[in-house]
């Protein structure tokens, strides 16, 4: 969704922000712009579509000076075309601020102002902000006139502004939207994002809900939103640039694809502990005590989360004996679900600014339930709000479609069973072993399965035409083919369904034809003897097949079209696999299809509105 950078100090400010907006390009965006004051005068520069045209059109007429801020836009409130762009002005054009989120009672605003003679450009919510810090400046400075706009919204918002009048400063502020300030020597930075500032400076403020900062090159002042000054003290981040390129791949995603060996891995080594309680989670403060009465665990997530939430459950449930619910954030936090004393409530988020489940996670800590996250974003809002946070150690995941993030998330809720259930007594210590070694081989067996990618690019190849797809899986791999589906659709913009075998002849199997391929999920298993019958059925309708099947399985061979091995794994971990073709799968077809791999259209990647 929208990004945000804003720099004051001596470095040509066109290209600080401008090269802060490519960072956040993965966001997803539809418009771009800056705005800096040169000179003592403001003004303003913005394109619709990609930042390239932005880039382009500055080179001819740079804008110059040391103070600026840059937005790159992805449109909720009007088209994404250049008078909707972000920055807004006032009327007079000498305030520009760059906004994230939505204000909700914008309309209103919007009306008063008009009243009051204020003339509207675009067809945005954000523009009130600037007209509102007009108002209140008529008669006090800017520090306290954007201070008593920013009491007046109501919705989420990071907002940062600058002023023709003060042109030493930026103010910043937040309420539901992230924003951090990075602290340089003689500069500082403010930006929606850690990627966007990374090449300059590791020391990071994250800014606190309902706070501005007020920053000049030397000194960044913090004021609580009745304007009490806060002491905030910088943290030093271990991140590399080099985290966010893309390296010798040819999309973020295939290098994501083929990190994840190495995530699990290092999740694996970091909370993998002693025998008798095998794994220990550094960042769990919730007591063991507490956990030990925990009598009901509700995950909410959304999408990819949402679907490694739907495995938790199956974990929790089965390891732990443990009643859990998995839902999705945004029908969690309107359904008024029960929340009782010993609900644990465990959100589950790669960026760590998903708006409903951040929401959710609000809703259960206004009923005293506790919340635990497992978030990939250090320091972000769901990490921060949250009793306690399981980091999941994926590493930036720049890809709007979420590969390593969803394999790291399999991989903690696994362990976290395991850790509950001995907790509970739930799980004896033979079986404990056993699931340990299991997840111990994973790291090994998902590179095994990445050196068939070849084969897998064919079978995309094979199928990259047909107009749509059925995914079916049951059990643990139901939600595998809820994912394997997401998948696809997100960035080939083929239409997929996934769906629990079990369930297809209810309905959608009347979807079965020639041209309508379906790829199977059939691990080695319990399930599979009702996989099979589930397949036959398809086959019977002269459905195609892709399975996607253990080592060894010469039986698939004989029913199904096209057969992509994964290594054996025990059924509980087989998610964890079988999944890897899948996301090489979808990557290969949109690929073929010419479709923006990393950057697909109307998507963003961290969902900071509901
Ligand atoms: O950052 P989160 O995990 O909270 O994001 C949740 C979803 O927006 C995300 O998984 C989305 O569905 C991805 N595009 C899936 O690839």
Redesign the pocket.
Known sequence: MCGIVGYIGKKFVDSVLLVGLERLEYRGYDSAGIATISNGELSVFKRAGKLKILDTALKQEPLGGNIGIGHTRWATHGEPNEINAHPHTDCSGKIAIVHNGIIENYIQLKENLIKEGHIFQSETDSEVIAHLIEKNTANKNFEEGTLAAFKELKGAYAVVAISEAEPDKIIAGRKGSPLIIGVGKEENFVASDLSAILTHTNEIVFLNEDEIAVISNSKIKFLNLDGVEVEHPSQRIEMKVTDYSKGEYSHFMLKEIYEQSEVIDRIIQTYFCERNLPVKFGGLTLGREYLAKVGKIIIQ??????HAGLIGKFLLEKYSKIHTEADISSEFRYRNPVLEGDTLLIA???????AD?LAGIRQAKSKFIKVLSIC?VLGSS?ARESDSNIELMAGPEIG????K??TAELTILYLFAIYFSRLKWAIHQEQMDQAIAEILKAPDLIKKILQNNSAIEKCAEQYCNAKQFVFLGRGVNYPTALEGA??LK?ISYIHATGYPAGEFKHGPIALIDENTPVIAIIPKGEIYPKMFSNILEVRARKGKVIAIATEGDEDIKNIANNVIYIPEIDEDLSPLLAVIPLQLFAYHVAVKKGCDVDKPRN?A???TVE
């Not at 997530?301 to 949402?306: E, I, K, N, P, V």
Request: glycine letters at 6%; proline letters at 0%; charged letters at 15%.
């Open positions: 997530a959304c999408g990819t989360s949402w589950i988020s790669q960026s760590g600014e998903t489940t990939n769901i709007v479609a979420s590969t993030a969803y997401l998948k997100e998507l990647k961290s969902v």
